[in-house]
């Protein structure tokens, strides 16, 4: 087929109920049809998945490459293969995408056409759960990550994530692809290999999308242990690249625990000096509840409290059990994910 602009290509595994909301914020697109493709890497067991998505061949310029249980980097390698656009732009299958998408990564592109790898911030729709929203908040606030997500209009180190990044095609291929072998954290190991290769990279902020995340707690901290896992491995494979913004999830999650421990004690030696950590520590906290409060409402402000602490929470074991296991273990692979 003739090349087009984009081919939007998502990895797929399961969730129908999540990948037909997905494909059918692309079906809104404000963008010629002619000019952008769909193409999905599905391994879900038995092609349970593929039969549910046949209305959206119609709509959209769909194409699913299908291998039963087909790992994510995989997935996104073999449908890129299936691309023919002058753009790669990586969506992760849990986002709705806004109707203006395109238009806007045009319209950057347009006044900064050197960019050749580029990304957008997630947001959090008026329609998500209270749960969803507070995910977001503890993922994206200042006071939370410390804005290393994003936030700048251009941004040469920016490092795009793969639930919303785009790149030239021709630098895709010469560097490769994903690298298959890398377990956790292939989407910044890619970032990476590609400013290396010379990559001018740059954050878009009108590219926004709708990240859902994880509906649950349970699935939040799963996924950020799986994110401070792959810490380690990163800064293995590319020496200079672990800042010491990583490094806040581990040192807020001992400082929470030990100033903890030291309160109690307060109690057992009278020593007022001793909570002097813990109240840090509470205003810390009452700062991200204020913060969210201002910007999301009561009833996801205390939910912020506890998705923030969750999330360093996971994050910094995450970091810490990998840390051990590349750095004193001398497993190259890391802990089983």
Do not use: W
């Amino acid at each position: 087929m003739a090349k087009v602009k984009y081919a939007l290509i998502s990895p797929t595994f399961k969730r129908p109920d999540e990948v037909t909301e997905f494909l059918a914020s692309l079906e809104q697109l404000e963008y010629p049809k002619d000019q952008y493709q769909v193409i999905l890497g599905d391994g879900t067991p038995g092609d349970e998945l593929r039969p549910l998505l046949q209305e959206y061949f119609d709509t959209l310029p769909l194409q699913i490459y299908y291998e039963e249980f087909l790992p994510v980097s995989d997935a996104r390698n073999r449908a890129a293969e299936l691309a023919e656009a002058e753009y790669f732009i990586f969506l992760d299958s849990d986002c709705i995408i806004p109707s203006g998408y395109l238009k806007g990564i045009d319209a950057f592109l347009s006044e900064y056409p050197d960019t050749t790898l580029f990304g957008g911030p997630d947001a959090a729709s008026a329609d998500f759960t209270d749960l969803q929203k507070a995910i977001n908040f503890s993922m994206t606030s200042f006071l939370t990550t410390g804005g290393i997500r994003g936030g700048k209009a251009s941004v040469t180190s920016y490092q795009p994530r793969g639930f919303n990044m785009g790149m030239s095609a021709a630098l895709f291929k010469e560097v490769g692809g994903y690298d298959e072998e890398f377990v956790c954290g292939e989407d910044v190991e890619l970032s990476l290999r590609l400013q290396k290769a010379g990559a001018i990279s740059r954050f878009i902020p009108e590219a926004h999308v709708y990240h859902k995340r994880r509906a649950t707690l349970k699935q939040f901290r799963r996924q950020v242990f799986r994110f401070g896992a792959a810490r380690p491995l990163l800064a293995k494979a590319h020496p200079g690249n672990l800042k010491i913004t990583h490094l806040f999830p581990l040192a807020f999650t001992a400082f929470r625990y030990v100033s903890t421990i030291l309160f109690l004690l307060v109690f057992a030696l009278d020593s007022s000096m001793l909570g002097v950590p813990f109240a840090a520590y509470v205003s810390y906290m009452i700062a991200v509840f204020l913060s969210a409060l201002k910007k999301e409402g009561l009833s996801v402000a205390l939910l912020a409290v506890k998705t923030t602490n969750t999330m360093n929470g996971g994050y910094g074991m995450g970091f810490l059990r990998n840390y051990i296991e590349v750095y004193i273990k001398g497993n190259s692979r890391g802990i089983k994910l």
